[in-house]
Nanobody, 112 residues
């Protein structure tokens, strides 16, 4: 089982920025993604990156979030800017398509 350890979340005011990190133990070149789950909502994929560094974003985060990866460090990143209260959620990393297990996630709270 691949270990997924997310970090970097916190409380930030609207308009602020955060950088999330995810350490993963897999040595294979999988497409990876950042997912989020807001209270009362289903978990959704918001950004993904292939092994060739091709990125894709959910419409609500385009232009504000940037996903990247460092395969040597086995770390996935999510730079989040111009944060909005509706970005409040627990953020998780996983493969795309996802593995059948999750890390603990990291809480992002954006205050208005």
């Amino acid at each position: 089982q691949v270990q997924l350890v997310e970090s970097g979340g916190g409380l930030v005011q609207a308009g602020g920025s955060l950088r999330l990190s995810c350490a993963f133990s897999s040595t294979n070149a999988h497409a990876m993604g950042w997912y989020r789950q807001a209270p009362g909502k289903q978990r959704e994929l918001v950004a993904s990156i292939t092994s060739a560094d091709i990125t894709n974003y959910e419409d609500s985060v385009k232009g504000r979030f940037t996903i990247s990866r460092d395969n040597v460090k086995r770390t996935l990143y999510l730079e989040m800017g111009s944060l909005k209260p509706e970005d409040t959620a627990v953020y998780y990393c996983n493969a795309v398509p996802r593995w059948p297990y999750w890390g603990q996630g990291t809480q992002v709270t954006v205050s208005s």
